[in-house]
């Protein structure tokens, strides 16, 4: 629902409309461009606070508690985001015709929005006492001692890349 909302929406005129008519495309100062308003701008200003609010409504938080969790989390979460999207959107922008941006991102995706629910709704130990914080996810280091924003960036990177292929 999620996806069908925000990609079938505003994502899809930013992306095929918006960034093209402002910014242009086709040098890598414009791919530059177009994925920082992307990826940090758009990122920080609508999409999270959108996803926030939409997620804890389909959950049955209260507004002032979507909104609590968006101001604890908005950091971790726009630099995580950020970490992942800003690779993979410069290849997209400069490499992929705009008709065929949709497909690269809908790949990328599959990482994502697995990062950005966990991210969404890991609790704490003060939160949820007893749950161990120094669980490993199977490859992945523990939780503390891992970067997820280079984690995501990494595997963004190769997921683009392959879709390039």
């Keep these: 629902l999620w996806g069908a909302l925000w990609y079938g929406g505003p994502q899809q005129f930013f992306?095929?409309?918006l960034y093209p008519a402002v910014i242009g495309r086709g040098t890598q100062l414009q791919a530059a461009a177009t994925c920082f308003a992307d990826c940090v701008l758009n990122m920080?200003?609508?999409?999270?606070?959108a996803f926030y609010?939409?997620?804890g409504a389909v959950r049955g938080k209260a507004v002032s508690e979507s909104v609590a969790d968006l101001k604890k989390d908005y950091f971790a979460t726009l630099s995580g985001m950020s970490g992942f999207w800003l690779p993979v959107q410069f290849c997209n922008f400069y490499f992929v015709p705009v008709h065929l941006q949709t497909y690269v991102v809908s790949a990328a995706n599959?990482?994502?929005k697995s990062w950005l629910s966990w991210m969404r709704s890991?609790?704490?130990e003060a939160e949820?006492?007893?749950m161990p914080t120094d669980v490993s996810y199977g490859f992945l280091?523990?939780?503390?001692?891992m970067d997820f924003s280079v984690v995501c960036a990494g595997a963004g990177v190769l997921t683009a890349m392959s879709v390039l292929e």
């Design 122 to 124: 890991r609790k704490t």
């Design 128 to 130: 949820q006492p007893g």
């Design 44 to 49: 920080g200003v609508s999409y999270l606070p």
């Design 141 to 145: 280091p523990p939780r503390e001692t």
């Design 15 to 17: 992306w095929t409309r």
């Design 53 to 55: 609010l939409f997620t």
């Design 110 to 112: 599959v990482v994502n």
